[in-house]
């Protein structure tokens, strides 16, 4: 069985910077592409960041310039770290990898950027 968890989230001054965890288990991490999603209230789930297995890495243009995605294959985990944060990216953020056409999703975790 899949299982995401992702930890981290919290909440943040307007520029401020966290970094959040996805462990992964069950399944051969190092395999996959990883993401990290995010859904603010009221709007549909996007995509913020994904690494592929080589580490070749895309971001949405929002946080390009901000946010680093990385991973650790040996740990099972990937890390999504945020800087310069703004107010709009408050969201609840999803770890996510699609195995055989399937997607899995961690419980999620929340980031609140206020002041």
């Known amino acids: 069985q899949v299982q995401l968890v992702e930890s981290g989230g919290g909440l943040v001054q307007p520029g401020g910077s966290l970094r959040l965890s996805c462990a992964a288990s069950?399944?051969?991490?190092?395999?996959?592409?990883m993401g990290w999603y995010r859904q603010a209230p009221g709007k549909q789930r996007e995509l913020v960041a994904r690494?592929?297995?080589?580490?070749?890495?895309n971001y949405a243009d929002s946080v390009k310039g901000r946010f680093t995605i990385s991973r650790d294959n040996a740990k099972n985990t990937v890390y999504l770290q945020m800087m310069s944060l703004k107010p709009e990216d408050t969201a609840v953020y999803y770890c996510?990898?699609?195995?055989?056409?399937?997607?899995?999703w961690g419980q999620g975790t929340q980031v609140t950027v206020s002041s």
């Open positions: 690494i592929t297995t080589d580490g070749s890495t």
């Open positions: 069950s399944y051969i991490f190092s395999t996959y592409a």
């Open positions: 996510n990898v699609k195995i055989s056409w399937t997607n899995y």
